[in-house]
C-alpha cells in the first residue's frame, strides 16, 4: 500500500503563492491533486502527461520526481476560492477520468490551504 503525506498548505493573501509538497512511499502510475474532492492537477508518468482544472491552467504548475517519489504543486496568484483541503492522490485511473478523485486508490490526509481576500 502506497501512503502519501502532503505539506505546504497554509493562509495566505488573494494574489499570492504557496508550494504544495506530497511525499510517497511507493510507484503508481498517476500522481494527482484535489482540493476536498475537486480535481486540480495530475500527472501519469506512462504517457508523460499533465492535465490541469480549468480554473487553475496558467496559475498553477504541477510537477513530479519519479526518482523520489515526490508530486509538488506550486500554486499562483491564489484566489479565495482556492481555499480548501488539499490531497495527494495516486492510483491508475483510465484517461478520461484521470481529474475524478474516485478513481484513485491511495488517498492522502491532506494539507490546508486559505486565501483571503
Request: glycine share 10%; with cysteine.
Amino acid at each position: 500500500r502506497v501512503q502519501l503525506v502532503e505539506s505546504g498548505g497554509g493562509s495566505v493573501q488573494a494574489g499570492e503563492s504557496l508550494r504544495l509538497s506530497c511525499a510517497a512511499s511507493g510507484y503508481m502510475n498517476c500522481m494527482a491533486w484535489f482540493k476536498d474532492n475537486e480535481g486540480v492537477a495530475v500527472h501519469c508518468n506512462r504517457d508523460s502527461v499533465t492535465e490541469y482544472a480549468d480554473t487553475v491552467k496558467g496559475r498553477f504548475t504541477i510537477s513530479r520526481d519519479i526518482a523520489r517519489d515526490t508530486l509538488s504543486l506550486e500554486m499562483n496568484n491564489l484566489r479565495p476560492e482556492d481555499t480548501g483541503t488539499y490531497h495527494c492522490d495516486s492510483g491508475d485511473p483510465r484517461p478520461h477520468t484521470r481529474l475524478r478523485r474516485i478513481d484513485y486508490i491511495e488517498w492522502g490526509q491532506g494539507t490546508q490551504v486559505t486565501v483571503s481576500s
